[in-house]
């Protein structure tokens, strides 16, 4: 069965960064959009960046400029990296292989003094 895990989350200071990786199983990717969501306790996920199999960007306004993603085909792996972290950031990071509804458990990134 598919597998996403997402690992690299923790407590960082703001302005501080952190890279986020997803390793995938159970389905190669490589024809896919690739996307990373968060999610706050109480509210909706939310679409944080996505790339295509091409290599096309797409971020959410609230990260322009701040997270970058990657992806490694013959790994199966995407990444986030994030820089410039806010305490608005803090939330559950989670990877997806558009459009497939699975989900793994996230990754927690807070961002705190």
């Known amino acids: 069965q598919v597998h996403l895990a997402e690992s690299g989350g923790g407590l960082v200071q703001p302005g501080g960064s952190l890279r986020l990786s997803c390793a995938a199983s159970?389905?190669?990717?490589?024809?896919?959009?690739m996307a990373w969501y968060r999610q706050v306790p109480g509210k909706e996920r939310e679409l944080v960046a996505d790339m295509t199999s091409g290599g096309s960007t797409n971020y959410a306004d609230s990260v322009k400029g701040r997270f970058a993603i990657s992806r490694d085909n013959a790994k199966n792996m995407v990444y986030l990296q994030m820089n410039s972290l806010k305490p608005e950031d803090t939330a559950v990071y989670y990877c997806?292989?558009?459009?497939?509804?699975?989900w793994g458990q996230g990754t927690q990134v807070t961002v705190s003094s």
């Open positions: 997806r292989v558009q459009y497939f509804n699975y």
């Open positions: 159970g389905i190669i990717f490589t024809i896919n959009t």
